[in-house]
C-alpha cells in the first residue's frame, strides 16, 4: 500500500516530546500520567504528544494512507506500539517539536476528519552513555477513519 505523503525529518524532541496537532486547538499541556509516560504517547483533544527516548534531535517519519496500512513487519525491532485518534477540523496538522515556533513549523495538508494515528518506537534503548545520541526512531502512520477508537497500547506497554 503506498502512501499519499511520506515525510523523513528530524524534529528537536525538547523535554523529550514532539507533537501532532489539528492547527485550530489549542497547544496540549498534558500532565502525563505513569501510563503515558510508560507508553510514550500523550493524547488530548486536536493533539498527540509523542514521548522519546532523547532530549534532542530524533528522526521521525510519517507516512499518510488513504486507507489502514498492514502493520510493520519488523516485529523485533519495535519496541513500543500504540495507536490513537487525532481529530483534523481545520485541515491542517501541524508536525514539530515542544519549543519550535509554531506559526513556521511543519504543516500537512489533510482533508477534514478523524484519523487514526499508529505510532512505531524503534530501538529506544540504544542510546548513548549521555542519553543524547542514539539509534532511536519514530515512524508514525495516518490514515482517516470513520469513528473515533480511542487509545490503544498495542505492544511493549507497562501500567506500572
Not at 129 to 137: A, P, V
Request: proline share 4%; charged share 20%; aromatic share 10%.
Amino acid at each position: 500500500m503506498n502512501a499519499t505523503i511520506e515525510l523523513d525529518l528530524l524534529l528537536f524532541a525538547d523535554y523529550f516530546q514532539f507533537y501532532l496537532q489539528d492547527e485550530d486547538s489549542a497547544p496540549a499541556l498534558i500532565h502525563w500520567t505513569t501510563a503515558e509516560l510508560n507508553a510514550l504517547l500523550g493524547v488530548a483533544p486536536g493533539n498527540v504528544v509523542v514521548g522519546t527516548a532523547r532530549n534532542s534531535t530524533v528522526p521521525v517519519k510519517i507516512a499518510v494512507f488513504e486507507s489502514e496500512p498492514p502493520y510493520s513487519t519488523d516485529e523485533q525491532a519495535i519496541a513500543l506500539l500504540n495507536e490513537c485518534d487525532l481529530t483534523v477540523s481545520s485541515g491542517k496538522v501541524i508536525v514539530a517539536g515542544l519549543n519550535d515556533y509554531q506559526p513556521e513549523a511543519l504543516r500537512l495538508t489533510l482533508p477534514k476528519g478523524i484519523y487514526r494515528v499508529r505510532i512505531y518506537y524503534y530501538n529506544l534503548d540504544e542510546l548513548s552513555e549521555d542519553g543524547l545520541d542514539g539509534n532511536d526512531t519514530y515512524t508514525i502512520h495516518l490514515w482517516q477513519t470513520n469513528a473515533a477508537q480511542g487509545t490503544s497500547y498495542l505492544k511493549g506497554h507497562s501500567s506500572a
